[in-house]
């Protein structure tokens, strides 16, 4: 899946390949863009080119379990720890000491989860509809509402049943699922058919899933607040998380704004590519 002014390049981390695609002059301000869940690097094809143009490097891997990067076994290999390990790795493969991180989903969780615990390394953080880990558990217990919201996690936790369902039929249920919970066109037939054969790439559907395994089985510790500067974009009507997990996010920074997307959903960088590339190009670059 080609786009503009794209190169690839499969970059060998300790103990880990991942594909990344690059964009952008050299001596631009490093940019890493992190995918969420079910994507790969190609969710930021809108973004990829106006952010080179406006001067930064961009960098959007598919991270581990996803794309052409490598999968390891175990959901212990996608603890949070591991998964924000990636990117200050990647960073350093490149030679970067501090980056702006653009995160959007799981790839919003593992940015909020880096920028908390490795501000040095952050210079901005740019959030799309994604909630800090820190603040999940409490709104959720507040918001019973959320809990309904995200009751297909608990379905991600049964060993084998999701990865059937998945792929079943040309993974027929996520195509519907971000048809169903995007605007008209913002997933076209063709683009589709690419991530089909992303998710049917051997071992990459228990990798996906593995990341929520990880999330609700593995220990973590409530990392420190948000001290680098952050900008929160959210759609407002996501049907999976509520707009109050946003402020909740940001109450957890010490130096942060929201900006909302009132038509969009939890695609907004599909659905409103201008607004978010000139958002982000305006905070970033």
């Given at each position: 899946m080609?786009v503009?002014?794209?190169t690839?390049?499969?970059?060998?981390?300790p103990g880990?390949?991942?594909?990344v695609?690059?964009?952008?002059?050299?001596s631009?301000?490093?940019t890493?863009l992190?995918?969420?869940f079910?994507?790969?690097w190609?969710g930021?094809?809108?973004?990829?080119?106006?952010?080179a143009?406006?001067?930064?490097?961009?960098l959007?891997?598919?991270?581990r379990?996803?794309?052409l990067s490598?999968?390891?076994?175990?959901?212990?290999?996608y603890?949070l720890?591991r998964?924000?390990?990636?990117?200050?790795a990647?960073?350093d493969a490149?030679?970067f000491?501090e980056?702006?991180?653009?995160?959007?989903?799981?790839?919003?969780?593992?940015?909020w989860?880096?920028?908390?615990?490795?501000p040095d390394r952050?210079?901005r953080?740019?959030i799309l509809?994604?909630?800090h880990p820190?603040?999940?558990?409490?709104?959720m217990?507040?918001?019973?509402?959320?809990?309904l919201?995200?009751?297909y996690?608990g379905?991600?936790?049964?060993p084998g049943?999701?990865e059937r369902?998945?792929?079943?039929?040309?993974?027929?249920?996520?195509?519907r699922?971000?048809t169903?919970t995007?605007?008209?066109?913002?997933?076209?037939?063709a683009?589709?058919?690419g991530?089909?054969?992303a998710w049917?790439r051997?071992g990459a559907?228990?990798?996906?899933l593995n990341?929520?395994?990880a999330?609700?089985r593995?220990?973590?510790?409530?990392?420190?607040?948000?001290?680098?500067?952050?900008v929160?974009?959210?759609?407002r009507?996501d049907?999976a998380l509520?707009?109050?997990?946003a402020?909740?996010s940001?109450?957890f920074c010490?130096?942060?704004?929201?900006r909302?997307?009132?038509r969009a959903s939890?695609w907004l960088?599909?659905?409103e590519?201008a607004s978010?590339?000139?958002d982000?190009?305006?905070?970033?670059a």
């Amino acid at each position: 899946m080609d786009v503009a002014g794209v190169t690839f390049r499969r970059v060998a981390l300790p103990g880990l390949g991942l594909n990344v695609a690059e964009a952008g002059p050299a001596s631009g301000a490093p940019t890493i863009l992190l995918h969420g869940f079910p994507e790969f690097w190609y969710g930021w094809r809108h973004q990829i080119g106006p952010l080179a143009e406006a001067g930064l490097r961009v960098l959007a891997p598919d991270q581990r379990g996803y794309g052409l990067s490598d999968k390891p076994s175990g959901i212990e290999a996608y603890h949070l720890d591991r998964l924000a390990g990636d990117v200050l790795a990647l960073a350093d493969a490149y030679g970067f000491a501090e980056i702006r991180l653009v995160g959007h989903d799981w790839g919003g969780i593992v940015a909020w989860w880096l920028a908390s615990r490795h501000p040095d390394r952050i210079a901005r953080l740019a959030i799309l509809n994604a909630p800090h880990p820190a603040i999940l558990g409490d709104y959720m217990c507040h918001h019973p509402g959320q809990w309904l919201r995200s009751s297909y996690v608990g379905l991600f936790q049964i060993p084998g049943l999701p990865e059937r369902l998945l792929t079943a039929d040309r993974c027929r249920a996520l195509r519907r699922a971000l048809t169903n919970t995007s605007r008209p066109g913002a997933f076209a037939a063709a683009e589709l058919d690419g991530y089909v054969e992303a998710w049917l790439r051997p071992g990459a559907m228990t990798s996906m899933l593995n990341w929520y395994r990880a999330l609700v089985r593995l220990p973590r510790a409530t990392p420190p607040r948000v001290r680098v500067p952050t900008v929160i974009l959210w759609g407002r009507q996501d049907t999976a998380l509520q707009p109050g997990l946003a402020e909740a996010s940001l109450a957890f920074c010490d130096a942060g704004r929201i900006r909302w997307y009132d038509r969009a959903s939890h695609w907004l960088a599909h659905e409103e590519p201008a607004s978010v590339n000139a958002d982000l190009a305006d905070f970033l670059a």
